[in-house]
């Protein structure tokens, strides 16, 4: 009885597994043969796919795009450094802080637990709200938050310490922890989009009228979706959080959530493996320009590309992609492997339909 | 009484600016549904033009050694090529897509530009001096009131005046507005949509390159982010005003600037660094009650 219940669940979530299948293989031979600096490369790029998967879980299956979920993935990374960081310091420099935060220092664990609900509960807060608005009004006020997030934390002296850096968060995150993360965050995605919660928000992105016309609540769907993904986004950033052992407000505005936006615009906004792929090949471009930009080597000179390039790059790259394969890389499909022996309804509808 | 007609002197000065910034942005929205946040990088763009590209903290002047009236030429005509491009390149291949798409890739543009501003002159802030005999106050009616605001408000009047004028009078500004009211009928019946967007783009050129004079002349700093914050401000001046309409935009352009000083100069201290949190929760609050802003258009309603 149990063991059919197992072997149900592995069935179910396979399709998603075998996207970690590659990441494991990198993460083995990371941690077994490569340098530091590429096992922190491949950590980073491990966060980004949380962060990324997050980020998918609402705009892919919503089709609103949303510009404020780096604010989520904040709350809960100065939620986990309020309950684990630098407890000499903490009850000087943040003296905002209620004694619980103040003078306790909580368990690793709890910390995750505790952060990844703040995010939840925040994005719930902002979702009864916002997600009455659909469309272009949605995106623009996902913005809005997103600037009053910044605008908050970044005066908020007493408990942030304003734009200053907080240092001494723990760093536990290894490229094994991120895996994990990375894990949890495709497996909670794909039950999600595979959930009736799931389809009916996926299928109200795609009509509208005639979902709501089905007896869809446009409302109550796109609700759940947005405190999932901001959950989810908001345990990128506790891990991000403890992988670098710093935090500051500006990590989390402008430049993260247009670095994100990109992967998932790079590799498609309307699949889950599209969101892991994007993450992968922008990540991979970028470490290539930073190779170029420390200069290489070539028949005896020295050339390297100027500070910038990169980020040019990027941009150039995301419009292209806007511009000619607009599905991104993935288009809409999700990646097959032998063993998913079929793909689920809506993926292959989807497929077919246009915007 | 008389620190009251101050601070207002300070919130329509600011609100002018707004204004300008809010209306390049609700022109463009009009004619292709795009929310142009490349705005800001244009703004910075007219400034850096001023300067000799150098790592140096106070930069030898370009643009800005020429007498003033070629000064100001040679800017809009930078910002207003720039926008051309960017037109050209980046949001016509787009032109069907829906708008949040469309706003997608231009913070794709303006992310660009951006890099392409640092990697020309370096990502350090800059000090430039440019018309500093306007930042004396004068004395009017009793309030001491700087003169760049007193030009600020001036340039911000001529310029909605010349803009009215263009749109009701001219044949091309009556096909803008005509564009605007429904593309696809516009262009049924024979309106050049290429050369309406085009023009949308060289006033909004105009007008940024206006505003980066403005903003220099008041600040005096070179900063690769200085257009950040007046175009986020003027952003949420056209969602407030209504999407489209351009009294709209002006009118939330000056809604958002009077706020914003009235915020800063009335809120308990406590609370006054809050100030943009609670400028931006305004935004939220009348998308709330008023999805489609102040002043509804045809242009915002979707068409099913």
């Known amino acids: 009885m149990q063991k059919t219940a197992v072997r149900a669940f592995l069935e179910k979530v396979w399709p998603a597994l075998v996207l970690l299948l590659p990441l494991l293989l990198v993460v083995v031979l990371a941690d077994l043969y490569g340098s530091v600096l590429f096992q922190r490369t491949v950590t980073d790029a491990l966060i980004k796919i949380v962060l990324v998967v997050g980020l998918y879980i609402f705009i892919g299956n919503s089709g609103i795009v949303s510009f404020g979920h780096i604010g989520f993935a904040g709350i809960a990374a100065y939620f986990a450094t309020w309950m684990t960081c630098c407890a000499m310091m903490k009850p000087i420099t943040m003296t905002g802080l209620p004694d619980f935060l103040r003078l306790e220092t909580y368990s690793l664990w709890s910390t995750a637990l505790v952060s990844v609900a703040a995010a939840g509960l925040a994005a719930l807060v902002i979702g009864l709200v916002l997600m009455r608005l659909s469309g272009l009004a949605a995106s623009i006020s996902t913005l809005a938050a997103l600037f009053i997030f910044h605008a908050v934390y970044s005066n908020w002296d007493s408990v942030t310490m304003g734009r200053a850096s907080i240092v001494g968060v723990p760093t536990y995150v290894t490229v094994w922890v991120a895996l994990g993360g990375a894990a949890l965050a495709i497996v909670v995605a794909w039950l999600y989009q595979t959930s009736r919660f799931g389809l009916a928000t996926r299928a109200a992105r795609d009509d509208e009228v005639a979902a709501q016309a089905s007896g869809i609540s446009l409302y109550w769907n796109r609700l759940i979706a947005f405190v999932i993904s901001g959950m989810v986004v908001g345990l990128g950033g506790v891990l991000m959080v403890h992988f670098q052992g710093t935090i500051s407000v500006n990590a989390f505005y402008l430049n993260l959530t247009f670095i994100t936006l990109a992967m998932l615009v790079v590799g498609g906004m309307r699949s889950l493996s599209g969101a892991v792929v994007g993450v992968v090949v922008l990540t991979s471009v970028a470490d290539v320009f930073r190779r170029l930009e420390a200069g290489i080597d070539l028949a005896g000179t020295r050339l390297s590309t100027p500070v910038g390039t990169q980020e040019m790059f990027l941009a150039a790259l995301m419009l292209l992609i806007l511009v000619f394969r607009k599905d991104g890389l993935m288009g809409r499909r999700e990646l097959r492997f032998p063993g998913a022996r079929r793909r689920t309804g809506t993926a292959a509808r989807s497929s077919q339909t246009s915007v | ?304």
């Open chain 2, 1 to 304: 009484m008389r620190n009251f007609l101050q601070v207002m002197v300070d919130a329509i000065a600011l609100g002018s600016l707004l204004a300008l910034v809010a209306l390049a942005i609700g022109l463009v929205f009009g004619v292709m549904r795009l929310i142009n946040f490349a705005q800001g990088d244009y703004i910075t763009l007219g400034a850096y033009a001023l300067v000799v590209p150098a790592a140096s903290l106070t930069p030898t002047l370009l643009l800005g050694a020429l007498p003033v009236p070629l000064m100001v030429v040679g800017v809009l005509l930078v910002v207003v090529m720039m926008a051309l491009a960017t037109e050209r390149m980046a949001f016509r291949p787009l032109r069907d897509s829906d708008p949040a798409t469309l706003l997608i890739s231009s913070f794709a543009v303006s992310y660009f530009l951006q890099h392409l501003i640092m990697l020309v002159h370096t990502g350090r802030p800059k000090s430039i001096g440019i018309g500093q005999a306007l930042t004396t106050p004068i004395e009017v009616l009793g309030l001491r009131v700087p003169g760049i605001q007193m030009v600020t408000m001036g340039v911000t009047a001529a310029l909605l005046i010349a803009l009215v004028l263009f749109l009701k009078r001219t044949p091309m500004g009556i096909q803008m507005r005509a564009a605007a009211e429904n593309f696809q009928m516009a262009r049924l019946l024979g309106v050049p949509a290429n050369r309406v967007i085009a023009m949308a783009f060289v006033i909004s050129g105009v007008l940024g390159g206006t505003v980066s004079l403005l903003l220099i002349v008041q600040t005096g700093t070179l900063d690769i982010r200085m257009g950040l914050m007046p175009v986020i401000f003027a952003f949420f001046a056209t969602v407030i005003g209504g999407m489209g309409s351009l009294v709209g935009a002006a009118l939330g352009g000056f809604l958002v600037g009077v706020a914003s000083v009235l915020l800063q100069s009335y809120l308990p201290d406590g609370l006054r660094p809050f100030r943009d949190a609670f400028v931006f929760g305004l935004v939220i609050v009348i998308l709330l009650v008023r999805p489609k802003g102040l002043i509804v258009t045809g242009a915002a309603r979707e068409r099913v």
